[in-house]
């Protein structure tokens, strides 16, 4: 026999926490069929094997079973349609009328239930009192004090849960006044046979609620549904107030009521240590600079040094130096065919090592996001940057992915999973790479070294080319019917503060940071595989064979076939082409091809013995738009699988690289063109189409937004 | 007609009536802001936006623009 327990909880009420203690280390995460939202199961411990076997499903965080978000319907879908045979609700004691307000409404499901009142040692420590027998009675359920954290009261919870999901005896809901109870009863009455009998109450609830997904399931007939709606309408009248509100209300209520008969609480102090630490944190002065401090030590930390030591020693010693010569040492010794050689050395070990050489300072960023996260401050940020950052359709939280994408865009496509809302973590992922990375300040430094000069204003140009491509992105994005919509509510609880647990951040860096390495194993290193045959074999002296002279290899071909497409942005060449191309595996790798290509074998990092070459070959402009495209186009092979992981929808993976790809093109075609046109007088027809482009990006910038019906 | 966005820092309220419709006004009702139900403003954040209110007895964070929705007396 499998019992299926579903762990329902709101967020911030140590759900995570309990998942861990239930289920061990035996977890599986996936999607929810058909979207985005990570779906977490596990073995009850104790019960993985043998005659009754336990899964508990994790459900996402919610504060309620309303229609409007993707989690709550995710969850509800989950415990109507697939009926679990039980619910553990976990609730935070020291924020109970809020954490209730989700119980009344599972309880309204029918389905059995223990509710496990979490945090029980700081309500004691708090000097609170709960009632658990009057609670028990109140609600209609078991009840368990726990404590997630310290792992109290876990094996009693799990005692319960099961035996609450043989017994098998639905709950019952709690009751409503007498008025609303006959409301309700009325509707049930007039609607007749056309509700599941199994649970009738909560659909009806559901149609007094007007709650558009339920009324479209029950396919009411149009009388019918008039005379609901009169019906509804005539109690809205009654009450002064709409439907949604009374219930809620109602809701409320119920729970008011059953803390006054069970919870002693004791006049708080009007500052916990909580709100000494906000004092200070969110404080309207020295709320900017902290924050500025800790972004500042999260960079510092995970991108320049730590992380940047790792990842140098990861990809110059461990791969560069250990293990591709020991490597390729071991199939010469074979005897082992040249081409096999390069094949597996270069492309295969080559190829995953410049993916895992970011794994460092990922799990390095990763514990930084989950300490962060874990205390409470990751709530403040938002709260904090909020303001700047929704007038550009980004979240508050947007800000960090943006930091860390001046170190790595892999790390800062990962870091976006701290934005709760779909929208604004999909234009997040989207915009992020745009900053320039630390691999492009190569490609600046040759365009600046062998164009301007050496001038100092290139650099500041670049990231002043990033932020406002972010910034303009945002604005037209979020115009789109891709993003319009209603708006996503940014009406966020601020935890209280507390200390990490070591066992829950290293539990969450452990989790993200090994998605990742799975990933590099299997599209990033095809990819990569790919364009390295492609610059290692081609046709020789009529033969196909792996190649001396770059200038024949198959990526030459195809440099020259795709070149004619950057002929309007004044760098058709197909050297140019080959070397962007390149770029994709690891953007560094573009000065390193303009090296091979123009016969100088290696070049320095910035390309110093190319820039006479450059120089001669490139117009100010057409160097500027070659720039300005590879900032701006798709992201290396390593960005783009984690932007493939973060989007979990091969249509949104396509719609973000389609996006950066069209901007990049026609940002260089503007600049290029009108460039040209302003300093030689020659109009072209690119120039027109320029013009085009420059008047729609304005109109995109600036048309009204949609108004959504 | 006062709304929350009109209350100072420090002081405390009791909501009238939630105005607007759809997703953000269920949210706000969600998270316990009803009829009668007494709210604090506590502070605003240093841009101005958005503010920070207490709410049976937790921290809440509301953007000025959906405080507007909240009527208060």
């Known amino acids: 026999m499998n019992i299926r327990i579903a762990l329902a909880g709101n967020p911030n009420s140590g759900k995570t926490t309990l998942f ?79 954490n209730l307000y989700l119980t009344t409404q599972l309880k309204e499901t029918g389905i059995p239930m223990v509710t496990a009142v979490n945090m029980m040692d700081l309500v004691r420590k708090n000097k609170e009192e709960l009632n658990l027998a009057q609670m028990e009675k109140d609600l209609g359920c078991p009840v368990v004090e726990i404590s997630a954290l310290k792992e109290e009261g876990i094996d009693r919870l799990i005692e319960t849960a099961v035996s609450v999901a043989k017994k098998a005896e639905p709950s019952h809901r709690l009751v409503f006044d007498e008025k609303l109870e006959s409301v309700i009863s009325a509707i049930e009455k ?63 209520h119920q729970i008011e009521t059953m803390i006054h008969d069970c919870y002693v609480k004791r006049n708080r102090q009007s500052d916990s240590i909580s709100d000494r630490i906000d004092r200070v944190v969110t404080n309207r002065i020295l709320a900017l600079p902290i924050f500025a401090l800790v972004m500042f030590l999260v960079y510092y930390v995970s991108v320049t040094t730590v992380g940047s030591i790792l990842t140098d020693f990861v990809n110059d010693t461990l791969f560069g130096e250990w293990i591709l010569p020991s490597a390729s040492a071991a199939l010469e010794s074979i005897g082992c065919a040249e081409w096999l050689n390069g094949l597996v050395v270069e492309g295969i070990i080559g190829g995953v090592g410049a993916v895992l050489g970011f794994v460092p300072q990922i799990f390095v960023l990763y514990l930084f996001l989950a300490v962060l996260e874990d205390c409470g401050y990751m709530a403040r940020i938002a709260f904090i940057m909020d303001r700047i950052f929704r007038r550009f359709g980004l979240s508050g939280k947007s800000f960090i992915p943006m930091l860390i994408g001046t170190g790595c865009g892999v790390p800062a496509i990962m870091a976006s999973r701290t934005i709760e809302q779909d929208r604004d973590r999909r234009m997040t992922i989207m915009t992020t790479t745009f900053i320039p990375c630390s691999a492009k300040l190569p490609i600046i430094a040759l365009i600046a070294g062998a164009l301007f000069d050496g001038a100092a204003w290139v650099a500041p140009s670049a990231y002043f080319t990033g932020i406002v491509a972010i910034v303009t992105s945002g604005i037209i994005l979020k115009k789109t019917r891709l993003f319009a919509g209603d708006p996503s509510p940014f009406v966020m609880e601020l935890p209280d503060y507390h200390i990490p647990s070591v066992k829950n951040v290293f539990h969450s860096v452990w989790e993200r ?52 497409i950057f002929t309007p942005l004044g760098w058709g060449d197909w050297k140019a082409a080959a070397a962007a191309v390149t770029g994709l595996v690891a ?62 929808s091969a249509m949104w993976f396509w719609i973000a690289i389609g996006y950066q790809t069209l901007l990049a093109y026609a940002c260089s075609l503007c600049i290029y063109q009108v460039g040209t046109w302003i300093t030689t007088g020659v109009f072209t027809l690119g120039t027109v189409i320029a013009g085009i482009a420059i008047i729609g990006f304005i109109y995109l910038l600036i048309r009204p937004e949609r108004k959504v019906a | 007609m006062k709304t929350l966005k009109e209350v100072t820092c420090g002081s405390t309220v009791n909501v009238v009536r939630i105005h607007g419709e759809g997703a953000v006004r269920r949210r706000i009702m969600d998270m316990g802001i009803t009829k009668h139900t007494e709210i604090y403003v506590r502070k605003v954040a240093p841009l101005g936006d958005p503010i920070e209110v207490t709410v049976r007895g937790y921290e809440l964070s509301l953007r000025q623009s959906d405080c507007e929705m909240i009527e208060v007396e």
Not at chain 1, 593 to 613: I, K, P, Q, R, S
């Open chain 1, 587 to 648: 953007k560094e790798n573009v000065v390193g091809t303009f090296g091979v290509l123009y016969g100088f074998g290696e070049v320095a990092e910035d390309g110093m013995e190319l820039w006479g070459t450059l120089s001669s070959e490139f117009t100010a402009f057409s160097g500027f738009s070659f720039l300005v495209f590879n900032l701006l186009c798709a992201p290396c092979f390593a960005a783009m699988g984690a932007i493939a992981r973060e989007m979990n």
């Open chain 1, 513 to 564: 940071g090994s998605s990742f390495v799975k990933k590099a194993g299997t599209i990033i290193l095809l990819s990569t595989i790919i364009v390295w045959f492609m610059q290692a074999f081609g046709f020789e002296n009529g033969v196909f064979t792996m190649v001396e002279d770059m200038n024949n290899s198959i990526l030459a071909m195809a440099g020259n076939c795709i070149a004619w």
């Open chain 1, 20 to 98: 861990n203690a239930l289920t061990g280390s035996n977890q599986y995460t996936g999607n929810w069929p058909g979207v985005t939202v990570e779906k977490k199961e596990g073995k009850l411990k104790g019960y993985g094997k043998g005659e009754t076997t336990v899964t508990v499903v994790d459900l996402p965080g919610i504060y309620s079973l309303s229609p409007y978000t993707l989690e709550e319907v995710v969850s509800r879908k989950y415990l109507l349609e697939e009926k679990p045979e039980a619910i553990v609700n976990i609730v935070d004691g020291t924020n109970l009328e809020r």
């Open chain 1, 190 to 252: 007039k609607l007749g046979g056309l509700l599941p009998q199994n649970n009738p109450d909560w659909y009806a609830i559901k149609v007094f609620e007007r709650d558009e997904k339920v009324v479209e399931q029950l396919c009411l007939t149009a009388s019918l549904k008039q005379e609901i709606d009169a019906y509804i309408s005539s109690v809205e009248k009654e009450y002064d107030d709409d439907s949604e509100s009374i219930i809620t209300s109602a809701r409320y």
